[in-house]
């Protein structure tokens, strides 16, 4: 070691005293001949004296530019042999790192002291026997070092120092003076995998449960290091295995039973923690779960952490055990006879590879396996692939970031030649229409021939006081052709319920023995019974149509009738039948009350441990085709046979419990996620649990606050047709059921995730729906863009082409949208036909419903007869695919189309057969590339499951270089900036929207997505992916609520006056409105969304309540639990941790999926409710 100079600290005295013996000290060092040992033992014992008695000599042998720990570890290094000598060094040492802690040992590890202490360890060693005195310190201050030395446990095990220890604790078992330094040194020594797996060889682990002991008051320390060291030990699968071979398993459960049962004040709960400690290590294997199962080890932990659950500080105790519990519980195979969907397509033909290739290449036999393996349990990692569902905050991997500097340069890629591009010439006319012929100042608008709004007639009821509605402003409902027909001993509200659930396509019962959409047979009490069936009355319903001037339930039947299903859907759900209003009060963002999910997990656990008290009873089962629904009058009854609907099976559990399974999709054997479905049949007042129990994502909003949503047919009836958000004791977390490899891209040892939550219904016999989120049907749109179509004006230009039909035979719309020019003359026709394009999409994934909500703003905006309005369609031709998937969203999938694949996978290369919406789509922007008429804006809307706020995805060059590694020129970066203008406008114009959560970085895994091929090959700058949250918001005025239809469709609309406000920043001269246009944005901006108080409050955007409002509808309308929240999560990275602190897997790392505070329910005041729009 090279013999450093002593020097000091500028403003540390030269003639301290410590200075003084330390340069004495150091000039002993540097002579060539040792010194006298006894001058060396003088001038270490003084310094060890001055140590212990002033605390400045501590700082200034160790303040920044002293070189006293130097010296010290020189004069150690050179004085091995006197044993005196040594132990003041040790002492000065341990004097020194005792206090002020990692500081002064990272400079004793910075100045080689590791290496000259186990060099010492090792001399010391070899006499016979070693000092104890000089064993205990030198362990001691290793003990203290080791963890701040990276590279220790290397350096230990090169050294020969394990065995060296190894060999004093066998030695030394009964000296509980030296015995907690070395087991504190084995701690550390383990904390190396290979030193793990060689200490195990070496007989530590038998040693160390030779200490384990029984409850006992004393030497509680040494048991705490022993049982750290053994939790670390254990860590090693084979250290595992030879701790079950010895049959330590159960000898760890009683002893963890009699620290439990003894330590009644709670004092050592770090002790029975410990234990713990080592049981979930041991049962990180198989034969560590078995032996544990064998052992009697859920029933001992359940009810030990039955007992700590009143007391909050063992907490770690409870939510330990759980983790144990939940991953020792039995792996079972979902309850289905298959994981592929019920539901069969057969395609044109099969990809040649990919997930539905390998599907298809499946012996008949091999689909779903119980896969016990080992795999997942020190690292459960998985990688997510949903469309840009991953959390770039916290997630982003830079070898998933595009590094080729030729991908990263967008331009055009002539796939297709110009005469196959020239099919798409008819959808294109506005380029060559010269509207001869055409009088521009009609009084008339120029329309498209749409359905005849119905004609009213009368249902016919027996007459019932308790029934008659409440509400004035409500109008009659007609059901053509149609008497309600009550049943003896039927009551009047029942018989309402089950005639109107007939709303089949045919107009009476559905086919093959199914049940109607919302048929209700359960007996009714006596007291709904008793009324008289003499008199005739007339039901009365709410007019949707007059709340909703976009929807019409016989329209909505009409549609439904033209819409093809692979289930051939013969029924139509009353949500979609009635229309929804959104509610006028907050729904906020809700705080999950304490141990919620702990409780929930422990109910789980119960199942395993009292059998017995377990139901296990089908309720509905699509895999019975012939009759999926059981009633026998005990139980709620379930449905899935609508549009969109998606159930696959409902098991009771319990009297007041459902699991729910939840259907993959077409063609797939995964993909759970989206979820609606009806429940009838229940008790008012009583609580029940639902549990989605196929769940694949790793984390859920649900565990931030969302909530599901609920549709009652009974409020519906009354006056109050909305989908509200509803539920408590929401959670989300893995439960025992295995994802079998081949579902889950071949990784083994993976499960599903459970959603649970409780739902207590307010009307006997109602029926009810609930839903992943906002329901939009295809049915729906094609309603929507009838209504639209009447909308028209002689000042707007709005075709409706069918781009293309579906695999399963539904025709895609494609909207233009545009306004009509002033005249024919050569200037007016040359200034509409060269406007910019902006191209449109939304619905690829089809469990996204916000997507269609947003959408349905945007087309509503465009549609309006406001100058802003008009100034839009002025400045852009709007080209739009409202839903790219409508056989998805038909069918209820959740993210694939009847191809069983993602449809925003295949923009790079798509299918003509197999992807046509896609094919074609892209068809069409390659189409105007050719014409030199590049989109100047392209956007595609989704809806992101895990984040909250509205965002956007872009792509940048620059960008995505800087947050690699790749060296790149100036001139390689060099691009337009413009990308981030229309989010920036966004983030000061919608309340929803957030820069922050806005990414422009391009990834690998994203090249085949349409706004990265968009990007790349059709050279479009401004491509866009707009998320839009399911959850709600964590900042701006919505910052604590959940996001409703209200706000998604304001948010279409602003996005519609973003693109105009960018129009203004590029061409300001162009438009013909400005005046009007900054008039309209100021009061978009400041008063179209005001608060109903200061701070956060609900916005009442106008345009979702175009027509008159009922106020008996507002006053009638129930209001959401007091105790809400208006605190708001993120992911899990981005939320702040709840006080119970419960993994959501069963074991502690986190995974993804491998395919892919108070405030008050101030209702709004009548005239906030019924703002117009400012542009329409």
Known sequence: MNKPKMTTEKGVPSNSRVVMLLGQLERMNGEAVPGDAEMARHVTGKILHLIQTQEKTKKEMTAKGSSGMEVILAALEQNMQDLQTVLNILCILNELVSVGGGNRVGVLVSKGGTAILLQLLLSASKDVPPSEELMLQLHSILAKVGPKDKKFGVKARVNGALNITVNLLKQNLQNQKLLLPCLQVLRVYSSNTVNAVSLGKNGVVELLFKIIGPYSKKNTSIQKVVLDTLTVLLKSKANSRRAVDRTYVPALLTIYQDWHRNDTRHRHAHIRKGILGCIRNVTNIKLGRKAFLDADGMRILYSTSTECLPVRTLDPLVNTSSLIMRKCFPKNRLPVPTIKSVFQYRLPHVPAEGPVAQLYRQPPEVDDVVDESDDNDDADTENDTENEEDDRDCCLQNDDIETD????????????????????????????????????????????????????????????????????????????????????????????????????????????????????????????????????????????????????????????????????????????????????????????????????????????????????????????????????????????????????????????????????????????????????????????????????????????????????????????????????DICYYKNHFSRSSIAAGGQKGKSYYTMTFTVTFQHKDDVCYFAYHYPYTYSTLKMHLQKLEALRTPQIYLRQDVLCETLGGNSCPLLTITAMPQSTSN??????????????????????????????????????????????????????????????????????????????????????????????????????????????????????????????????????????????????????????????????????????????????????????????????????????????????????????????????????????????????????????????????????????????????????????????????????????????????????????????????????????????????????????????
């Open 405 to 728: 500097l030729n991908k990263l340069r967008p331009g055009e890629q002539a796939s297709r030649t110009m005469e196959e591009l020239r099919m798409y010439e008819r959808f294109f006319s506005e380029l060559s229409e010269d509207f001869q012929g055409y009088h521009f100042h009609g009084s008339s608008p120029c329309q498209t021939p749409s359905l005849p709004s119905k004609s009213l007639s009368r249902i016919v009821v027996p007459t019932a006081p308790d029934m008659t509605p409440s509400d004035s402003n409500l109008v009659q409902l007609e059901c053509a052709d149609r008497a309600l027909d009550q049943r003896p001993g039927e009551g009047l509200e029942q018989a309402l319920v089950r005639e109107l659930g007939r709303v089949a396509l045919d107009g009476g019962a559905a086919p093959n023995g199914q049940r109607p959409a919302a048929e209700s047979e359960v007996e009714r009490e006596d007291d709904c019974s008793s009324h008289s069936s003499g008199d005739q009355a007339v039901l009365e319903v709410p007019d949707t149509a007059a709340l909703l001037p976009l929807h019409d339930p016989e329209l909505y039947v009409e549609m439904v009738k033209d819409t093809r299903s692979v289930p051939q859907y013969s029924e139509v759900a009353y949500p979609d039948y009635f229309g929804h209003i959104a509610p006028t009060y907050r729904e906020h963002i809700v705080e999950r009350l304490y141990g919620v999910q702990r409780s929930k997990i422990f109910q789980d656990i119960e199942r395993m441990i009292h059998p017995n008290d377990i139901l296990d009873k089908v309720v509905y089962d699509l895999d019975l085709q012939s009759c999926p629904v059981v009633d026998d009058g005990e139980c709620l009854k379930f449905n899935s046979l609508f549009e969109s609907g998606n159930l696959r099976k409902a098991v009771q559990v319990r009297k007041f419990e459902y699991d729910l399974i939840l259907n993959s999709d077409i063609n797939s054997n995964h993909y759970h996620q989206w979820f609606y479905f009806e429940v009838s049949s229940m008790r008012a007042g009583t609580p029940y649990r639902f549990n989605i129990i196929n769940c694949e994502k790793s984390n859920s909003q649900f565990n931030y606050g969302m909530q599901v949503l609920m549709y009652s047919v009974r409020e519906a009836i009354n006056g109050r047709p909305c989908w509200v958000r509803t539920g408590t």
């Open 827 to 1176: 200037d007016q026709i040359c200034q509409f036909r060269n406007r910019p394009y902006v191209f449109l999409t939304a619905r690829v994934h089809p469990g996204e419903t916000n997507a269609s909500w947003v959408m349905k703003g945007t087309l509503e905006f465009l549609m309006g007869t406001g100058p802003v309005a008009q100034s839009l369609r002025e400045a852009y031709i709007f080209k739009i695919v409202p839903m790219l998937n409508p056989d998805g969203v038909v069918n209820g999938n959740h993210r694939c189309s009847l191809s069983g694949e993602d449809l925003n996978r295949q923009w790079q290369r798509p299918n003509p057969d197999l992807h046509p919406t896609i094919f074609h789509a892209k068809g069409l922007l390659q189409y105007l590339s050719a014409l030199q008429r590049v989109p100047l804006v392209y956007c595609d809307y989704h809806g992101h499951s895990r984040k909250k706020n509205v965002f956007m995805y872009g792509c940048s060059i620059k960008e995505t270089v800087w947050q690699t590694d790749v060296n790149a020129t100036s001139s390689d970066l060099h691009e337009d900036l413009g990308y981030r203008t229309l989010p920036k406008i966004l983030s000061q114009i919608a309340p929803a929207f957030s820069m922050a959560s806005c990414s422009f970085v391009v990834e690998k895994s994203k090249e085949s997505t349409a706004r990265v091929v968009v990007w790349r090959e059709i050279g479009v700058q401004k491509s866009y992916t707009m998320e839009s949250t399911l959850c709600g918001c964590d900042q701006g005025k919505y910052k604590g609520l959940q996001i409703g239809t209200r706000e998604l469709e304001e948010m279409g609309a602003q996005f519609c006056v973003a693109l105009l406000r960018l129009k203004r920043l590029s061409s300001p001269l162009e438009l013909r409105h400005a005046s009007h246009f900054l008039e309209a944005e100021g009061d978009l901006i400041e008063t179209s969304c005001r608060n109903t108080r200061a701070g956060a409050g609900c916005c009442t955007p106008t345009w979702a309540l175009r027509g008159r409002r009922s106020a008996d509808f507002s006053r009638g309308t129930p209001r959401p639990p007091s105790s809400q929240s208006s605190t708001t999560y993120v992911l899990k990275e981005d939320e702040p941790s709840f006080m119970e602190e419960v993994d959501y897997s069963a074991e502690s790392d986190e995974e993804t999926d491998p395919q892919e505070n108070p405030g008050d329910e101030e209702h709004l005041s009548d005239s906030e409710a019924v703002q117009q729009h400012p542009f329409t």
